[in-house]
Structures are given as structure tokens and as C-alpha cells.
């Protein structure tokens, strides 16, 4: 059985920075692709991350790219998202999940940025 587990979340002032980590099991995590959605309030779900089975391959939303930084850990089977210089518009419940449009997310974490 699948099972993702996101942690990490929490309060932070603009500019601060937060790492978010998601526990996966219940299927070969080294041999699969793995991403970072979000949803904001009132919103759709909204792609962040993409990373490549081995690590060597990251895609980022525009918004994101230079400030957010997706890396996994194949031995802990373990996926991170860190995020820096966080700015009010990335407050958002983020879920890490196995494909881009959100499939087989787990049940999230909450990020929220003061402004």
C-alpha cells in the first residue's frame, strides 16, 4: 500500500525558510519520479517540483526556481523540499505525491508565511 507522509510545515515571516520532507513506502521509491504540489486557499492544486528517480534530473515552477531546491534520499526513501526567502503567495497546504497532477498525495502540510 502506498503511503506518503509530509512533515515540516509551519508559521514563518516572510523571508524566513522552512524544510519540508515526505516519508513514502509501499513502492519502489528509487525507480520512480517524485513531485511537490501545493493548493492555496480558495485554489487548485498547483505543481511546484519534479525530481528524477536518480536526483540528477529537478524541474521547478517559475515562481519557485532559484528559491526552492527538491532533493531525495533514496536510502531513507525519503523526498525534501527546501524552501527559502518564502514570500506570502506560497502559503499553501504542500503534499508530495507521484505524479504531476497530484496523484497519490499524501495528506499534506501546512505552510503558512506572514506578511
Known amino acids: 500500500q502506498v503511503q506518503l507522509v509530509e512533515s515540516g510545515g509551519g508559521l514563518v515571516e516572510t523571508g524566513g525558510s522552512l524544510r519540508l520532507s515526505c516519508a513514502a513506502s509501499g513502492f519502489t521509491f528509487d525507480r520512480n519520479w517524485m513531485y511537490w504540489v501545493r493548493q492555496a486557499p480558495g485554489k487548485g492544486l498547483e505543481w511546484v517540483s519534479s525530481?528524477?528517480?536518480?536526483?540528477?534530473?529537478?524541474s521547478y515552477l517559475a515562481s519557485v526556481k532559484g528559491r526552492f531546491i527538491i532533493a531525495r534520499d533514496n536510502a531513507r526513501n525519503t523526498l525534501y523540499l527546501q524552501m527559502d526567502s518564502l514570500k506570502a503567495e506560497d502559503t499553501a497546504v504542500y503534499y508530495c505525491s507521484q505524479n504531476r497532477m497530484g496523484g497519490g498525495r499524501g495528506q499534506g502540510t501546512q505552510v503558512t508565511v506572514s506578511s
Open positions: 525530481i528524477s528517480p536518480s536526483g540528477s534530473g529537478t
